[in-house]
């Protein structure tokens, strides 16, 4: 990727705007002097720009399509965050910089307990350098193929944190459009992150925007190839309280043709075991409703009985 479209004029969302939250920080250090050397790192670097110099980079949090994720330490503020590591040379093959540089602009404005952070960016020659919170439970996924399934109380609070996530992203014209476990990271507290806006898009959207990955989050309405809106991420989100139930997506099946089938037809089954409550059920069923409008309002799920009874308080 040429360099050019990462300068300055391209790309405002810089460190000036986005500094690392000291009050949102893990509880590695106290808050009084995080927040000291804050106000001291601010006045220092007031309009300048991050470097890699300006981090003590430290192990390895994972790897991507397209680089790897380091846990990093801010050296004035000692702040801790994850640096993603993008190389330019795969991005431009792979012919993804437009996407990315949308992911940046999106993330980099969202402000919300259960969305990641992205505090600015940066790059050079080779690379580019996203500075990320840094979410020390790791990948939900993972999480959830150790343990198999979620119990209908941790499901609860995740699909509740969600559904307000998702709306607030809705609010600020922003769809997700890409919601599954793979995207979601665990925060100190045990609280869902929504990373990855790798495939949202500001609303709205058009056919021409196209089907990416596994299918089994898609909604009709996208595999189907017509228009779509805000409410795929809804559908996302009842897939998701399924797998987080059952143990696998609802429309699972052999190959793309007979995914795509099921999903079209809503061909949804609630298999005997595991035991899950009615009340989970119903939630399931309003929220996989093949006519998008029909879908249940975000707001609503948190006030959806099931809901009330097992989510925790956050
Ligand atoms: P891609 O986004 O390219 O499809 P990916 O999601 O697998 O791939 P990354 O988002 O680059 O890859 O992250 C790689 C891994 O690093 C993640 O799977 C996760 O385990 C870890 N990781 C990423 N970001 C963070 C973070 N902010 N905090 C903690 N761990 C992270
Ligand atoms: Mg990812």
Redesign the pocket.
Known sequence: MATAQFNKENLQSSRANHKPRHQESSSVFPKQTAAASESAADKARNGQRWCLNDFEVGK??????????Y?ARERSSKYI??I?V?RKSQLLKAGVEHQLRREIEIQSHLRHRNI?RMYGYFYDEKRIYLI????????L??RLTSKGTFSEERSATYIRDLALALDYCHSKHVIHRDIKP??L?VGAHNEI?I??F?WSVHAPTSRRNTLCGTLDYLPPEMVEGRDHDEKVDVWSLGVLLYEFLYGSPPFEAEGHTATYRRISRVDLHFPKNPKISDGAKDLIRRLLVKEPSERMALADVSKHPWIKQNALSS
Not at 64 to 69: D, E, I, N, R
Request: glycine share 18%; proline share 6%; net charge positive.
């Open positions: 390895p949090l994972g790897r991507g399509k397209f680089g790897s994720v846990l965050v994850a993603k993008l990641l990320l919170e840094y979410s020390p439970g790791g990948e996924y993972k793979e995207n990271l992150k990373a990855d790798g």
